[in-house]
């Protein structure tokens, strides 16, 4: 393997993944440029300015990674395979598309949220902001700039409560045994 520049190394480090591309590693980069986009995708989306706390998180470990990739042997870089981080098997176990196939309708829960937003952000946030600038309705101003926020703390809480309560525990079998009690009891 050809030892890379230090000069592009360095510079390259400074973008969350790129480093890691650089190197030849184009799955980990994409990996962590994937995640490093999510959380400012979400963050932005959804306003939460809170989750904002784990890039520079995600950039320290992305570029001190990218000269732990640099100063491997050839041993270790032959033991170190280009890998996604981030398996479904890893965090699903080897049996994710079930897990999947099981959890479809939390996915389906999912596209409706997104949908939903969409469509609050597209159509009715305009309509209410034209009722605002004509009424001067104070409230209704507070209410479109947190309402996003609004429904991922309801969801966030919900979850929580599911969490701490625990799935539904399932009641025992009725017993429906009949003894057996000979010939008599069955002509009779």
Same mark, same amino acid.
């Given at each position: 393997m050809q030892r890379k520049s230090g000069l592009l190394t360095f510079l390259c480090a400074f973008v969350p993944g790129m480093g890691q591309m650089y190197m030849?590693? &184009?799955?980990?980069?994409? @990996?962590? &440029? +994937?995640?490093?986009?999510?959380? $400012?995708?979400? @963050?932005? +989306?959804? *306003?939460?300015?809170? +989750?904002? $706390? +784990?890039?520079?998180?995600?950039?320290?470990? @992305? =570029? =001190?990674?990218? =000269? *732990?990739?640099?100063?491997?042997?050839p041993e270790q870089a032959a033991a170190n395979p280009d890998e996604f981080m981030f398996d479904p098997a890893s965090f699903m176990g080897e049996n994710w598309p079930k897990f999947i196939a099981k959890r479809h309708s939390l996915f389906g829960w999912l596209l409706i949220f997104v949908g939903l937003y969409s469509l609050y952000n597209t159509y009715l946030r305009p309509l209410l902001w034209d009722l605002y600038n004509t009424f001067h309705l104070m409230w209704l101003r507070a209410l479109l700039d947190d309402i996003p926020t609004l429904v991922v703390a309801v969801l966030i809480i919900a979850l929580g409560l599911y969490l701490v309560k625990g799935p539904a525990k399932p009641e025992p079998p009725a017993e429906d045994y009949t003894a057996f009690g000979g010939k008599e009891e069955q002509n009779g």
């Open positions: 030849g590693y &184009m799955k980990r980069g994409l @990996s962590i &440029m +994937l995640v490093f986009g999510a959380v $400012i995708f979400v @963050s932005a +989306l959804l *306003n939460i300015g809170l +989750l904002c $706390i +784990l890039l520079p998180i995600i950039w320290a470990f @992305s =570029f =001190f990674d990218t =000269f *732990n990739l640099r100063g491997q042997t």
